[in-house]
């Protein structure tokens, strides 16, 4: 079982680039989400997606575009990159059912420079 | 919108002790679940326990268990018999979308 795959895994990246981080799933979960880890910020809800083409912003979506053309794939774009989106990104999955766990990625280490 | 609040940055235990972490949550839902997840260094995010908030009885996993206090928006981890393996970041997300808190790091000392 792959579970909740992220893509890549390290990233550097200069200001004003953008970049895709590709997050797939293959539980045929509907719900999915991305988080961004930081020292003393805990995890920060960016955008999360009820099922395809279903998607809602989280507690920190500026900066952050999405979209759900499928149940398995949920990408977070990064238009132009800046130092504050330095962090550790995660994606998460989970069935439906509000009972259910979130089943995380690995996550994704971005740094902007 | 959903609140969590951890409110102990920092814990430490000796092995085999015992140590409780706390976690205090605002939401307007009516039917939620609670959940406590830790994060070791490997960054790997694991589920630890899960509570439904209908169920007055307090959730138990082994050397995990939950003190849940509806009313007052609190949900507690105990964890007995302290291990080296339990060294992690704790986190106690709730809510349908799953809001965070900043987390505790729990340090076991030998």
């Known amino acids: 079982n792959a579970g909740v795959t992220q893509t890549p895994k390290f990233q550097v990246l200069k200001t004003g680039q953008s970049m895709t981080l590709q997050c797939a799933q293959d539980?045929?979960?509907?719900?999915m989400s991305w988080y961004r880890q930081d020292p003393g910020m805990g995890l920060r809800l960016i955008h999360y997606s009820v099922g395809a083409g279903i998607t809602d912003q989280g507690e920190v979506p500026n900066g952050y575009n999405v979209s759900r053309s499928t149940t398995e794939d949920f990408p977070l774009r990064l238009l132009s990159a800046a130092p504050s989106q330095t962090s550790v990104y995660f994606c998460?999955?989970?069935?439906?059912?509000?009972?259910?766990?979130?089943?995380f990625g690995s996550g994704t280490q971005l740094s902007v420079l | 919108a959903q609140t969590v609040t951890q409110s102990q940055p920092e814990m430490s235990v000796q092995e085999a002790e015992t140590v409780t972490l706390s976690c205090t949550y605002d939401t307007s839902e009516s039917d939620y679940y609670l959940f406590w997840y830790k994060q070791p260094p490997s960054r790997q995010m694991i589920l630890v326990i899960r509570q439904e908030a209908y169920k007055q009885q307090n959730a138990t996993e082994n050397r995990f268990s939950v003190n849940f206090q509806k009313a007052a928006k609190s949900f507690s981890l105990k964890i007995s018999d302290s291990q080296l393996g339990d060294a992690a970041m704790y986190f106690c997300?709730?809510?349908?979308?799953?809001?965070f808190g900043t987390g505790t790091s729990l340090t076991v000392i030998p």
């Open positions: 998460a999955s989970r069935r439906a059912e509000t009972n259910e766990k979130l089943f």
């Open positions: 539980m045929n979960h509907e719900y």
């Open positions: 997300p709730t809510g349908n979308q799953f809001y």
